[in-house]
């Protein structure tokens, strides 16, 4: 490179970095909210990966194999939306002056579907790195299947916050065990949170902490130079490990009197200190600002990036010509279509056999993988009690061509590994724990159903039937917390048939994730046929108790009284009948059904150690304790 070409390249580096820095300062001036610090500190090194490494064509900015950029650093918002105006997406300047506005498309925390570009939903701290990891797992499995339209990375950017939050330590562990490669993580070691130093509370080394999860770490002591951090991603792409780069930076960087402390990080500068660390640097271009040369080299880079996506299409032709049946299922996969014959398949699961929920849907999901490899999945390492262990290939750093994931006790690091396997494309996720674990998980489980991703979570173990556990294990709250949840479909079967249903359910659904909720215990296939004959009393049941209140309607039936049971696979899908007293059974809190029903049976403390039956019947679970409750109400209604 000549020295006149050198210079203009320094030059033009130096006016995006600064471009994206004020473009950030001046849409948390226009809002009068947000977060100038990060974006600050940070713009060098995302503009190096931007310009130099990042693999994209705004055009298609859901090209199957574009390299995934995540800021999991959420609160940055400003510099992701910077650079995907800079770089040409759907993201023009009427929408960076309307920043954190009502209705833009640049909200206070990137949304996920809701601006071009936006891989995934960030802001929770530490679960951009999280999705990362499943992404990258992604990209591993689809390369293992389709090695030749696979060739791509997985970016991201993480704050101190992420670092410190537990599920940093799930993802980061799970992601150098199975040696993800082609994912390189840039930590802003800006050293500041909102509260003050990270030293106040924080004293971690967090390069040796990843270097013992097994990843490559790299260390740039000044986090303003480009041709340093560079060199470390170009380190970092060329180990076989995960990476791990550790940038020092100043938070609010080029803002007097503020940068390197925490009142740079979430409010504006104020338009007296933003003209002044404009002035230090001789910005004097107009607010919201990007100067031509700037322009002129992104518009050159993403030419680029679309001359690689023309080549990769191409690929794609010829894949589609030499293999049409892998070319097929390739794009059936990519497209979430259920493939021809599965409806028959979980047909014949059903049995006369009484099984425990969970082994019904062990064998539903034996069905459906034989028909679509593109589900992938495990456990918290609870594969044999949570009926997901199908024998399988598992995935593992020397071959990701399996189907089963082994999670480990990461709960919370599974379900956001899962989302990032959905965001990914090409790939049905689902994971399993014990039902009452899913407060591990929830928090990433509330983020897939903001983005709306069809992920499938298999929580068994369902009540207080669990029995010798223990209140610990025996989940109360839990299935009624879940269906707080907008957007969460919520399936509770009570035999084979139903098991079977609510697998068709979550995998018909595509714009929303399912919890199945399944028993430990085993039930019977208790029959569910309603010959539409008006009742004086509506027994609604779920899942274990709906063959409680089988025994129930027919006790009460023959003392007369006209009932009709109902099984709510789905409880927001139940309509109660207007014309009968209604009665909820539900091993669990009875708070939702309450309002809904005119009697709520079900258990408002927590459970009791002992045999599972016996611990039923200790909290009123038998036939004679639940027909007394109801004819008491029915007395009392006279």
Known sequence: MTELLQRSVVETDRLAVNALRFLAVDMVQAANSGHPGMPMGAAPMAWTLWSRHLRHDPSAPDWADRDRFVLSAGHGSALLYGLLHVFGYDLPEAELRRFRQLGSRTPGHPEYGHTAGVECTTGPLGQGLGMAVGIALAERMTAARYPELTDHHTYAIVGDGCLMEGISHEAASLAGHLGLGRLVVLWDDNSITIDGSVDRSCSDDESARFAAYGWHVEEVADGTDIEAVDAAIIRAKADPRPSFIAVR??????????????????????????????????????????????????AELTAGGAR???????????????????????????????????????????GDSPRATRQSSQACLKAITALMPELVGGSADLAGSTGTALGGAIVARDDYSGSAIAFGIREFGMAAVMNGLSLHGGFRAYGSTFLVFADYLRPALRLAALMRQPVIHVLTHDSIAVGEDGPTHQPVEQIESLRLIPGLQVLRPANDAETALAWQLALERTDGPTALILSRQTLPQTSLVDDGSSATVELV??????????????????????????????????????????????AGSTTGWRGLVDLAIGLDQFGTCGPGDEVMAYHGFTVPAVVARIREHLRYLR
Not at 339 to 346: C, I, K, Q
Request: with cysteine; glycine share 8%.
């Open 308 to 350: 690689e996506h023309t080549a990769w299409q191409a690929r794609l032709a010829d894949f589609e010509a030499a293999s049409p049946e892998r070319a097929a299922e390739f794009h059936r996969s990519r497209d979430r279509g259920l493939p021809e014959g599965l409806g028959d398949a979980l047909l014949a699961v059903s």
């Open 541 to 586: 049941a779920t899942g274990s108790e709906v063959a409680l209140g089988a025994e129930v309607a027919e006790a009460l039936r023959s003392e007369g009284y006209d009932v009709r049971l109902v099984s709510a696979l789905d409880r927001s899908a139940y309509a109660p009948d207007p014309h009968a007293t209604t009665v909820s059974l539900e």
């Open 249 to 298: 930076t100043m938070i609010g960087h080029g803002a007097p009197g503020i940068a390197g402390t925490s009142k740079a990080h979430g409010s504006p500068l104020g338009e007296e200190l933003a003209a002044e660390a404009k002035r230090l640097v001789d910005w004097e271009h107009p607010a919201f600002s990007v100067p031509e040369p700037v322009r002129q080299v992104c």
